[in-house]
């Protein structure tokens, strides 16, 4: 699942994440604090600097509510 969930992340564009974020009304602050990582580290990702881990991926899928076959799409 983590090669699932570490493709879609990496092939969501930064618009892309930022919007799931903030449909689901989250700030960057917060989705570090769900997620356990630095407010620095997050919006790396958002912005498609850094890939995340495996637990971060799973994390992002589970608050943004996208399921495995969302990434997939």
Do not use: D, F, H
Not at 8 to 37: D, F, P
Request: glycine share 6%; proline share 1%; aromatic share 8%.
């Amino acid at each position: 699942m983590y090669g699932i969930l570490k493709k879609a992340v990496i092939s969501v564009n930064k618009n892309e994440l930022r919007y799931l974020r903030l449909k689901n009304n989250l700030t960057q602050r917060r989705m570090c604090e769900i997620i356990g990582i630095s407010c620095s580290r997050y919006s790396r990702i958002e912005r498609g600097y850094v890939v995340p881990t495996e637990a971060e991926c799973e994390k992002l899928a589970e608050y943004l509510g996208i399921c495995e076959r969302k990434w997939r799409s």
